[in-house]
Each structure stands twice: as structure tokens, then as C-alpha cells.
């Protein structure tokens, strides 16, 4: 680790206790879903920066596309993701395209919102979006579908546990043929 970093650990939701103007820059990592006032931790962001500091914050979307007409509605995909979309809106999970102007709000200049895109397989034509396809669908499929969906469909949605684990293992093996051509924005 570099001689001039430090990590501490601290609820950033709460009042900072740094000086005002001491940072030179400030990252945020996968918050969205965790941060209820987003206005308030950014005028926080933006009072403990120094002039002239940066902020960045990197976002996955936790929602998907497809263009092709690779999903339907008579498949456990879209059924998964029209259920995720409808429970996790209120809960702000999908904070990134309101950012840039919450940012500016607070005052911040020079706002950029830079989006990837993200394929879910290895469907794309091109050899690099392929391989990235290839390592987000073991992560996504593997960890990040039941880990992320659980809580919310059971406690919010008030699915049964053998109720979701059934479309979470049909979701699973749609993704893993590569029939679905699903992308998502980080």
C-alpha cells in the first residue's frame, strides 16, 4: 500500500467528522440501494473536498436490456427481472442516471456520467465484449442473482423461499444457454 493512503471505516451516512476541504478526491463503490439520502451524503462529498478535488462514483446498473428480442415474456427471465424492477425501484438500487444532476445540485462542475456496456453471456460478435460476457455471467449467475434478489423477493415481494429458488434455477439455466442476449450499463 502507498505510503499516503489510509483506510478507515466509518458510516458516511452519518455527519463527517474530517475537516472541511481535506480531501483531494472521493470514490464511491456500490452504494445504490444503501444510501437513503443521496442529496445529503453528496453536499457532504462536496464540502470535505478540496478545490479543485474530485468525486467518483462507480455504479453497476442493477437492470437489464435487450434489443433483440432475445427475451420473452413467457420465459423465468423476464418474469425474474420485471419482479426486481417493480420491488427494488423504491428502494433506489438503480441511482446512477439521477446522479449527474444531483451532483451538480450540490455543486459540483464538470459532471461526467460514463456508461459501458455489459453483456450477460457470450453472445456478442466482438471478442472483447465476449470475454467480459463470459466473466459477468459466472459472477452474475453464480453470486450476484440470488444474493441480490433473495432478501427483496421473500421480504418485500413475500415470495415463499421455494417459490423464488424455483425461478431463481430456471433463471439460471435461460442464462447459462446463451439464447438470452441481455446486457446491463456500468
Given at each position: 500500500m502507498p505510503p499516503n493512503v489510509k483506510f478507515e471505516i466509518d458510516d458516511a451516512t452519518l455527519e463527517?467528522?474530517?475537516?472541511?476541504?481535506?480531501?483531494?478526491?472521493?470514490?464511491?463503490?456500490?452504494?445504490?440501494g444503501a444510501i437513503q439520502d443521496w442529496p445529503g451524503l453528496l453536499k457532504q462529498c462536496f464540502a470535505h473536498c478540496k478545490p479543485g478535488g474530485q468525486l467518483e462514483i462507480s455504479e453497476g446498473r442493477p437492470d437489464f436490456c435487450c434489443d433483440d428480442g432475445s427475451l420473452t415474456e413467457d420465459m423465468s427471465t423476464f418474469r425474474?427481472?420485471?419482479?426486481?424492477?417493480?420491488?427494488?425501484?423504491?428502494?433506489?438500487?438503480?441511482?446512477?442516471?439521477?446522479?449527474?444532476?444531483?451532483?451538480?445540485?450540490?455543486?459540483?462542475?464538470?459532471?461526467q456520467l460514463?456508461?459501458?456496456v455489459v453483456?450477460?453471456?457470450?453472445?456478442?460478435?466482438?471478442?472483447?465484449?465476449?470475454?467480459?460476457?463470459?466473466w459477468f455471467r459466472v459472477q452474475f449467475v453464480e453470486m450476484a442473482?440470488?444474493?441480490?434478489?433473495?432478501?427483496?423477493?421473500?421480504?418485500?415481494?413475500?415470495?415463499?423461499?421455494?417459490e423464488f429458488q424455483v425461478l431463481i434455477a430456471k433463471v439460471r439455466e435461460?442464462?447459462?444457454s446463451n439464447k438470452v442476449h441481455l446486457y446491463t450499463h456500468t
Open positions: 463527517w467528522t474530517f475537516p472541511l476541504d481535506y480531501f483531494d478526491f472521493i470514490h464511491a463503490r456500490t452504494l445504490a425474474w427481472l420485471t419482479e426486481f424492477r417493480r420491488l427494488s425501484r423504491p428502494l433506489g438500487f438503480d441511482i446512477s442516471p439521477l446522479l449527474p444532476d444531483m451532483l451538480r445540485d450540490v455543486g459540483f462542475e464538470d459532471v460514463m456508461q459501458r453483456p450477460l453471456g457470450t453472445w456478442p460478435k466482438d471478442p472483447a465484449l465476449k470475454e467480459i460476457g463470459r442473482l440470488e444474493s441480490y434478489s433473495l432478501a427483496l423477493f421473500t421480504r418485500t415481494g413475500g415470495w415463499t423461499n421455494e435461460e442464462l447459462k
